[in-house]
């Protein structure tokens, strides 16, 4: 059972760049998120998917955009890289209250 | 808007002690309570999860209690071991959005 699976890894960006961190879920949940985890700042929610088409607005979105065609899978791109976007990403997806979360991509811009 | 804070911020034990980690927050009107474990580089794992209408959960070593009305949470760690060094972080939902606090480092030494 994989849960929740994110790729890449590791990530670096030069300033201006985009790109797409790609997440899926195994487990049929209907709610999914994006957080990002900075030093001193805990985790911040950058957009959130209560299902398959529908997309909401978290915490801090700026800069971030997101689809939700399947369930399944819930990518989150960066549009114009900047250097404030460096961090450590997570997905999460939610049943009954409960999230799990997956291992996270390690992002640098640079 | 919805704040949590976790106390204390870092934590040394000797091996075999119990600990007490805390969790406050703000609006009481939240959902759930859960409670994570982070490892240094890794993702989150879910330890436990208070919903409402409950007081406490237990897992194992671990027992997690909810006031609502105080707007706190516990986390009791007992007879503590150095693989339980370690993250811990607590994170309040409100309408399906985690509020996480900035957890608290546990290191136990043998």
């Known amino acids: 059972n994989a849960g929740v699976t994110q790729t890449p890894k590791f990530q670096v960006l030069k300033t201006g760049q985009s790109m797409t961190l790609q997440c899926a879920q195994d487990?049929?949940?209907?709610?999914m998120s994006w957080y990002r985890q900075d030093p001193g700042m805990g985790l911040r929610l950058i957009h959130y998917s209560v299902g398959a088409g529908i997309t909401d607005q978290g915490e801090v979105p700026n800069g971030y955009n997101v689809s939700r065609s399947t369930t399944e899978d819930f990518p989150l791109r960066l549009l114009s890289a900047a250097p404030s976007q460096t961090s450590v990403y997570f997905c999460?997806?939610?049943?009954?209250?409960?999230?799990?979360f997956g291992q996270g991509t390690r992002l640098t811009v640079v | 808007k919805q704040e949590v804070t976790q106390i204390p911020a870092a934590l040394s034990v000797p091996e075999g002690e119990n600990l007490v980690l805390n969790c406050s927050f703000t609006?009481?009107?939240?959902?759930?309570l859960q409670w994570f474990r982070q490892d240094p580089g890794k993702g989150l794992t879910s330890l436990l999860l208070i919903q409402s209408s409950q007081r406490e959960q237990t897992s194992g070593r671990l027992n997690a209690s909810l006031d609502k009305s105080s707007g706190r949470s516990t986390l009791y760690i007992a007879a503590s071991q150095p693989g339980d060094s370690a993250t811990y972080l607590c994170a309040a939902d409100n309408t399906d959005k985690l509020i996480f606090g900035t957890g608290t480092r546990l290191q136990v030494f043998p």
């Open positions: 999460a997806s939610s049943s009954f209250g409960e999230a799990f």
């Open positions: 487990m049929n949940h209907e709610y």
């Open positions: 609006d009481s009107a939240i959902y759930n």
